[in-house]
C-alpha cells in the first residue's frame, strides 16, 4: 500500500502511546521452543485489519501485512473498565429507568387488575377506589406512559450507541459509513438510522447478529411507546363503582297540616317509571295447590326514596326510612248463587255483558281447602251480592285476544289519615282484604249484540285451577277468579343492597315501542312476572336485608286514636290504594283491555293493560297480575307525593357511579410485551457491551471523534469539498471497503483499520 501522510488535523499520539508502541513485539518459536520477541519497527506500515480476533485477558491481536504477508502483533493493554465505559449518568439512565419503568407497569397492574371481587368495587383498596371515583385514571395512564416512554427513548439511544460500538469493534462497516457509527457512540437520534444503514449493505449480513436484533427489538418498542397513552385508554369502559358511604338529609314525611289528599284517576294516566324497588322475600310461587288455591305469599316490597332518576339508579345500598307496600293476593274459584249473565245496555247499545249474583264464602273457601275464614267484624263483612261489567271485543282484534277487567264487588271505607286496616300477620281471606273478581272474556262485541236487552241462560262452569270457566258459546268463554287481596303501607327501618353488577342493570325499565305495539317484558321482569326469573341480579332488585316496622303502627283504630307523623303520610297512599284506585264505589270496574268495549269505571293506560294481559296470558295467574299492576301504582302515587315532603331523615347512602375503568387487557398486554421487550433487550444489549466492547467511552465526543480519524480514513478526510453524508460513498468507489475498530500497528492506537478478510 502506497504511504499517505496523515491528514493535518490528525489526532497526535501522545507520549505514553508512544512509548507503549515501542514495546509492541511479535512472539516467534526460537531454537528451544520458547517465543523469542521480535520487535517491530516503528515505521512498519500502517496496520490492515482483516479478522476479528476475542483475546483473553488485557492481550489484543492485530493483524498487519509486511511486504504483502500477512503477520500477527499481539499487543497487551489495559482493557476499559464497563463502569467507566458506561459512565455515571448512562448507569444510572439504565438502573433507575428501568426500575421507573417496571414502577410504572406495576402500577398499571395494580390500576387494571386492583378491582377486587366486589360488583362495584367495593372490596378494592382504598387507594384504588380513590383514583377511580376521582376519575384519574385517564391523567395517571398519560402521566405513566409518559414516563415510560421518556425512559425507553432514553435507553434505547444509550443502547444505540452501544450498538454502534459492537458493531465497530466485533463486526465491520462500509468505511464511508464509519464516521456515523463512531459518532453514533457519543450522540445518535435512536437506532433506526443505523439499522436501515445495515440493512442495506445486505452482503455484510451484520444485521443478523444478536446485537442487531436487540437493537431492532429495542426500535419497534421505542416505536410502540410512542402509543402507549392510546393503547391503554382502549381498555377502558365505563362501569358503575361504588362510592365510599355517606349520611343524607332526605325529606320522606310531611306535617299534618300539609298533608295532601290524592283524588287523582292514576289508573288512566301513564305511569310515571319503572323503577327498582326493595324486595323481600325474593321472587314468589303462586302456581294453585291440589285445591285450585293460588297464593302470592307475603309480598314487601320498600320504595326508593329519591324522587330524582340518577339518585335512584346510582343507588348501591340505602339504610334508613322508607315506605313499604306489603301485600298478599290470594285467588280461587268461586262458587255463586244466582248466578246471571245479561246484555249490558249503556246509552242506548247493546255491545257488553253484565254478570250479577252472589258469592258463597263458606263453599268457596271449603273448596279452597281454607279450613275456616272470618267474613265479618265489626267494621265490615266480606261483600256478597255484585254485579260486573263484562267487556267484549271486536272481530277486527287477532285471534287469541282477551277482554280483562277487575271487579270490586265492595270497597273498604279508608280514608286518609286513617289506621291500616290489614294486619301483615293476617290471611288475605278476611274483611280487612278487599275482594276482587277478576274476569277474562273472548267473547265478540256481535254475542252481547244478538242477545238482545234480555238474560242469557247461565251454562254450567267447570274449574281451572283458580278459575271458573263459563262456555257461553261454543269455544268463546267468560273466566273468573276471586281474589282476596291484602294491602299495607308502613314507614319501617330496612336495608336495602344491590347486587347489580354495572350502571345498565340498574337503569329504570321502560317499555319497548313497535309502531302500536307495546312490549313490557322488561318491567315483567323487574316486577317478579316471569316464573323463570326470580332473582334479584337478575330482575335488577334491591335485596331487603333488614327490615324494622314501626311497633307504634295502628291497625283498625279505635276511637280516637293517634297516628304517628309517618303514619299519616302512608294513610296517604295506602287509602288511595284500598279505597280511591278501586272507584270508591261497589261493584266498580277496571277496565284492563284496549281496545275493548264496555262500561269503565275508570279506564287504565295501555300501560297497566300490557303488564295485566300478558301476565294473564303467560302465567294465567290472576294474583300475579294484581300484584304487579298495584305495585306500579303505587310506585306511580308514591313519587308524585315525595316531591312534596318536607319532614327530614338521616339516611345512610352508598351510591354508585359511573366512570371509566379498565374493561378489558389487551391493551395492558400489548404494553407490557413492549415494555418487558424493551427491559430484557437493553439488560442483554448492556450485557453484550459490557463483555465484547474495549475501545469505546460512551458519550464521549473527542474519544470517538479521535478513533475515527486515522490513516485509513484519509481517502475521506483529504477531499477538498465537504461532501454530504450520502455522496461520500460515491465520491470514494473503489475504495469504500470494510472497515472495524483495532489498534493500530502503524500509530499503535486505536483507530478505524481496514478489513479484508471476512469475518
Sequence with gaps: MSSRSPPQFAVPRDSAA????????????????????????????????????????????????????????EVSFPRISTYKALGVLSIIALAGGTIVVLAALSFLLFLWYGKGSGTGGEHATSSWRKIMLR?????????ASLAMRVTIATQTTLCTSMYAALILERRKVRKSQAAQFSIARGVNDGPWRLIFTLIRDVPS??????????????????????????????????????????????????????????????????????????????GYFADPNEHGLSDTGLKRRAFLPFSDVESRTALRSYEGQAFVLSSRVSCMAPVFSDLQFMTGDFSGTSDYGLIYGNLQYEETFAKAGIPSARRCHSERCL????????????????????????????????????????????????????????????????????????????????????????????????????????????????????????????????????????????????????PSIQGFTERAVFEIERIKDDPDHVFIAQGNQTLSLAQNSTSVLESYLINIAQGQTANSTISMCDPCTGYSTQGSSPLYVNIFSYILRRTNRAAVALQSVYTVLGQTVYYDLLEKYDEPYETHVISSKPIRIPKRSLGLVAVMVLVVSSVVSVGAMTALFGKHSRYTLLGESWHT???????????????????????????????????????????????????????
Design 18 to 73: 508512544s512509548s507503549r508502541s515501542e514495546r509492541l513485539y511479535r512472539p516467534t518459536n526460537s531454537p528451544t521452543g520458547g517465543p523469542t520477541p521480535e520487535v517491530l519497527p516503528s515505521n512498519a506500515s500502517h496496520a490492515t485489519l482483516v479478522a476479528e480476533s476475542e483475546p483473553d485477558g488485557d492481550a489484543s491481536i492485530t493483524y498487519h501485512e509486511t511486504n504483502t504477508e500477512l503477520t500477527v502483533d
Design 135 to 143: 376519575d384519574s385514571l385517564p391523567q395517571i395512564i398519560t402521566l
Design 205 to 282: 449480513q451484520v444485521f443478523l447478529r444478536p446485537e442487531s436484533i436487540l437493537i431492532m427489538i429495542l426500535g419497534l418498542a421505542a416505536l410502540g411507546t410512542q402509543f402507549t397513552s392510546t393503547i391503554l385508554l382502549s381498555d377502558l369502559g365505563e362501569a358503575s363503582l361504588t362510592q365510599f358511604p355517606s349520611t343524607r338529609l332526605l325529606n320522606l314525611t310531611t306535617t299534618p297540616d300539609t298533608l295532601i289528599g290524592v283524588n287523582t284517576p292514576y289508573w288512566g294516566q301513564r305511569p310515571r317509571a319503572f323503577p327498582s324497588f326493595g324486595e323481600s322475600p325474593p
Design 383 to 530: 261483600p256478597s251480592a255484585f254485579t260486573c261489567n263484562i267487556f267484549s271485543i271486536s272481530r277486527e282484534v287477532v285471534q287469541g285476544y282477551a277482554a280483562d277487567s277487575f271487579c270490586f264487588p265492595n270497597t273498604i271505607p279508608m280514608q286518609a289519615p286513617s289506621a291500616s286496616y290489614w294486619n301483615l300477620d293476617d290471611d288475605p281471606w278476611g274483611p280487612d282484604a278487599s275482594t276482587v273478581l277478576v274476569t277474562t272474556s273472548n267473547i265478540y262485541v256481535t254475542f252481547w249484540n244478538e242477545s238482545g236487552a234480555q238474560n242469557i241462560p247461565t251454562p254450567n262452569y267447570t274449574i281451572n285451577g283458580e278459575w271458573a270457566n263459563f262456555e257461553l258459546q261454543p269455544s268463546y268463554f267468560v273466566n273468573i277468579s276471586l281474589c282476596l287481596m291484602g294491602l299495607n303501607v308502613m314507614f319501617s327501618e330496612v336495608n336495602l343492597t344491590s347486587t347489580s353488577a354495572e350502571v345498565t342493570d340498574t337503569v329504570e325499565k321502560q317499555p319497548m315501542m313497535f309502531g302500536p305495539v307495546i312490549n313490557t317484558t322488561d318491567i315483567q321482569v323487574l316486577l317478579g312476572a316471569d
Design 705 to 759: 471523534l479521535s478513533q475515527v480519524v486515522s490513516a485509513e480514513m484519509e481517502v475521506v478526510l483529504n477531499k477538498k469539498m465537504i461532501l454530504a453524508d450520502d455522496a461520500i460513498a460515491t465520491n470514494i468507489e473503489g475504495e469504500d471497503g470494510y472497515v472495524k475498530l483495532g489498534r493500530s500497528s502503524t500509530s499503535r492506537r486505536v483507530e478505524v483499520v481496514r478489513c479484508n478478510v471476512k469475518d
